[in-house]
């Protein structure tokens, strides 16, 4: 191959000079696709952020953003507080339920009668019991402030009252049964 080229009068450097610029030169055309390929990305990227926007209305933009931003911010706030009310309000009303069905007089042969306590939050509220006779019914109600009465309970009165301040334990021991 050597004297084919040198009858040729061509160097055998500069021929094998010229194949290596020639395949430098393809690799830096690769290259420049390349390139040119992610330039337009970015260029579309920031024609779809700029799009129709001057930096002046981008900027009021960004500030609408954050005004936006700050009124939710206080929207929840607001949420904050008034769930806070809500469950403020909700620890004043009954909550908490107990009922013992019992035989009053143990003539009936049934239980017909009944002791309801029903109690907020704090263990605030009332007990009602209902006692069924023969001759008629009778009803009384007794105040409890803090999960205890001023007047003292019966036994069917007491279970009620406990049933209702320990719900939980009762619902589980329920559940067991």
């Known amino acids: 191959m050597n004297s084919i080229l040198s009858s040729l009068g061509i160097n055998p450097f500069y021929l094998l000079m010229v194949i290596i610029l ?3 030169q393809i690799v830096l055309i690769v290259l420049l696709i390349l390139l040119y390929n992610k330039y337009n990305k970015l260029q579309k ?3 779809t952020f700029m799009k129709g926007r001057n930096g002046k209305s981008l900027e009021k933009s ?4 954050f005004d936006r931003m700050e009124k939710i911010a206080k929207l929840a706030e607001d949420n904050r507080e008034e769930i806070n009310k809500i469950y ?3 620890e004043g009303h009954y909550q908490k ?3 013992v069905k019992y035989d009053a007089f143990h003539e009936m042969g049934g239980n017909l009668s009944f002791a ?3 109690l907020d939050e704090n ?3 009332w007990i009602f019991n209902a006692m069924h006779s023969r001759e008629g019914c009778y009803t009384y109600i007794k105040e409890i402030v803090k999960g205890e009465s001023y007047i003292e309970l019966a036994e069917e009165e007491r279970q009620c009252l406990e049933k209702a301040i320990y719900q939980e334990e009762y619902d589980i021991k329920d559940i067991e049964k």
């Open 22 to 24: 020639f395949i430098l």
């Open 45 to 47: 990227s920031y024609n």
């Open 62 to 65: 960004i500030f609408k953003r």
């Open 88 to 90: 403020k309000k909700m």
């Open 97 to 99: 339920v107990g009922i």
């Open 116 to 118: 309801l306590a029903m």
């Open 123 to 125: 263990n605030n509220g």
